[in-house]
């Protein structure tokens, strides 16, 4: 048997897009960041995200049904930083960003490489996580050429890194 340790070790190795997920609804705007996110088909248009059940925006996304994916490009660390730490607020992470909406309603970053704006259609609890089943509805793309990637637990950049 894998220990959970050894697993998250293994999975440090496997580099992964940064994205800060975000809904909104009656009890208001909720973020949080994640890697575990990935494509399922593109007839439909859907995603996958997963998400601890003991995050205190859990809920929130589970009672909202929505939600965008806001894939990150290289100068947005701090941001990151700020949605994955419980030291900040929703309110205090939403003010580090320029942020718009979509269908969904959810906050698009206006300078995210992507951002997808979806609607969750099915919720498998899975372990400690919930996946979340989402439809794209909208699509925006920036002219960001960098993304943000997570690797051995530090960031680093992809992409058009040469500037002439």
Not at 7 to 23: E, G, H, K, Q
């Amino acid at each position: 048997m894998i220990e959970a340790t050894d697993f998250r070790n293994a999975m440090s190795l496997l580099t992964t897009a940064v994205n800060v997920i975000t809904t909104l609804g009656e009890t208001g705007m909720h973020g949080f960041t994640a890697s575990a996110v990935c494509s399922v088909t593109d007839t439909p248009p859907m995603l996958l995200v997963c998400m601890n059940q003991s995050s205190r925006s859990h809920a929130h996304f589970v009672e909202n049904k929505v939600l965008a994916v806001n894939v990150l490009s290289t100068q947005h660390e701090q941001l990151s930083n700020a949605f994955a730490s419980s030291k900040f607020s929703s309110e205090d992470r939403f003010k580090l960003g320029d942020w718009s909406t979509m269908e969904t309603g959810s906050p698009i970053l206006k300078d995210a490489l992507v951002s997808f704006d979806c609607e969750i259609q099915d919720i498998q609890q899975v372990g400690t996580h919930s996946v979340f089943m989402c439809r794209v509805l909208k699509v925006q793309q920036s002219d960001q050429e960098e993304s943000l990637v997570y690797f051995n637990r530090a960031y680093h950049q992809v992409g058009q890194l040469e500037h002439v």
